[in-house]
């Protein structure tokens, strides 16, 4: 009792630096409401997955349970439990009547044959990746990839490993349809606490700061990629591995260099900086419907520690993905680790914050946001140009305000080793030599010296204005540029 108690409080990283305090961006409100679920005491959510089934919402929990949250409509569900005496379900999908959930060591699915509101039939679709009776060995999942195989990823190891090392730690296993032998596919992984799969198919995943991952991270996951983490690659020698083996992996490389030297190893599409958005990204959908106005299209992400909701967009250059990230909407009342988009539109965001710690001070719970209408005038996207950035708005420029000295450009890179996360290096700021609005007005291309590849760049807005003189809502992207277009 005592062990399982010191397990339940042990921190899920390495202590973190001080707290850095949450901006919220004014008039948020005013664009994005939060809405905040009412329920019983005796219902401790420390969300581990949400779906939305026939007007229902169910919630998995980290204690192993998963809540019924009738109707998904409104702020003061009648909540149930559904089901209970699972081993820290980490995801949850609604598939063909039944609930599909990954536990520590297995992936199962359980649904409801009776109708009496509990779940009364579990079954197991595929086990057998070995554990190390580490307290950090969470299995995150599961995804539905386009082809209708099911994805999910093992968290490696912190600490002690009382019954030896485990295989397969830091992969990405992929499942049949129905159920079946799992194939590794990814290797490479550290924490990779967000899944999900794209509107084409492919699945994604977001990993946090630490050893070997020098900043939070969002990436496509595809068979045979190597993502840098070294801890499992002994597993890239099993017969079962779909990874070859990516040999040495050297501590201290700049990411331009890692790249072209470390076998199979694939950077992501967007680095996430930390302390400027958020620590801990983790659960994240994408806006197909346009949920959220002039943002369609675009990808939504929790974290963990900022207890916010910040925004990505993506585009592929060179037959690779890249993009950049941006504020949305933080002072959510924990951290948030799994969003899903609830049938109305609005935003579910399933909360907890124990074993790291959040800037939002409840230890759990669920709230919503929900898009209010009303446009901002803001920075909607960065695209790399040859020899800059094009910046799309969400609303008009005033042509006048958008002069080169309206806008500020800076860039960094990182190391890829060994040490927990990595400083920003090699940073500097570049001139902006051009500005040119579009005919439109809707957006402005930029013609900036000195860019590289494989940096992160910094575009800021803060002088641009929009019709009668509105600043910019946010005005700041960061934008990962790993090549630039022809």
């Not at 190391?415 to 927990?420: A, L």
């Amino acid at each position: 009792m005592v062990i399982s108690l010191l397990l339940a409080l042990f921190p899920q990283e390495p202590a973190s630096p001080k707290p850095v305090p949450g901006v919220v961006a004014p008039d948020s409100d005013r664009y994005v409401a939060i809405e905040t679920i009412a329920l019983p005491p005796e219902v401790v959510l420390e969300v581990g997955g949400l779906a939305e089934q026939d007007g229902v919402l169910f919630a998995a929990t980290r204690r192993g349970e998963i809540w019924r949250l009738s109707p998904s409509t409104g702020t003061t569900p009648t909540a149930s439990r559904w089901a209970h005496g699972l081993q820290e379900p980490l995801g949850l999908f609604a598939h063909d009547g039944w609930l599909y959930t990954a536990q520590r060591g297995e992936l199962s699915r359980l649904r409801d044959r009776d109708g009496d509101g509990r779940a009364d039939e579990l079954e197991t679709l595929a086990q057998g990746w070995p554990l190390s009776g580490n307290y950090h060995e969470y299995c995150f999942g599961p995804a539905r990839a386009g082809d209708g195989s099911w994805w999910i990823l093992l968290n490696k190891p912190f600490g002690d490993e009382p019954f030896g090392r485990a295989d397969w730690r830091g992969f990405g296993l992929r499942i049949p349809e129905r159920g079946g032998a799992f194939e590794p596919v990814v290797a490479g992984l550290r924490s990779p606490a967000g899944v999900g799969t794209a509107p084409d198919g492919v699945v994604w995943h977001t990993d946090n700061q630490g050893e070997w991952c020098a900043t939070c991270k969002f990436a496509p996951l595809e068979p045979g990629d190597f993502h840098g983490h070294p801890w499992g690659i002994d597993s890239c020698r099993l017969p079962a591995s779909r990874v070859a083996h990516p040999g040495e992996v050297p501590s201290g490389l700049r990411l331009a260099e890692a790249a072209q030297r470390i076998a199979n190893f694939r950077l992501p599409a967007v680095w996430i900086p930390y302390d400027r958005l958020g620590r801990s990204a983790a659960g994240f959908v994408w806006d197909t419907a346009g949920h959220f106005g002039p943002y369609r299209g675009q990808v939504f992400v929790g974290d963990q520690y900022s207890s916010e909701v910040f925004r990505i967009s993506l585009e592929r250059v060179g037959g690779r993905w890249q993009g950049a990230c941006y504020p949305f909407r933080a002072g959510l009342q924990s951290g948030v680790t799994r969003l899903l988009w609830s049938a109305d539109g609005a935003l579910w965001c399933g909360l907890t914050n124990r074993g790291w710690g959040s800037l939002g001070q409840q230890e759990q719970g669920l709230q919503r946001l929900r898009w209010r209408g009303v446009v901002p005038f803001d920075l909607q996207a960065i695209e790399a140009l040859p020899d800059g950035f094009r910046l799309r708005f969400t609303a008009p420029i005033e042509a006048a305000s958008a002069v080169a000295s309206a806008f500020a450009v800076e860039s960094w890179t990182y190391d890829h080793h060994e040490g927990y996360g990595c400083p920003e290096r090699d940073g500097h700021g570049h001139a902006v030599a051009v500005a040119r609005v579009a005919e439109d007005g809707l957006s402005v291309d930029l013609r900036v010296e000195g860019l590289t590849e494989v940096r992160v760049y910094a575009v800021r807005a803060a002088g641009v204005r929009g019709a009668g003189g509105a600043a910019p809502w946010h005005g700041v992207g960061y934008y990962t540029r790993n090549r630039a277009p022809q």
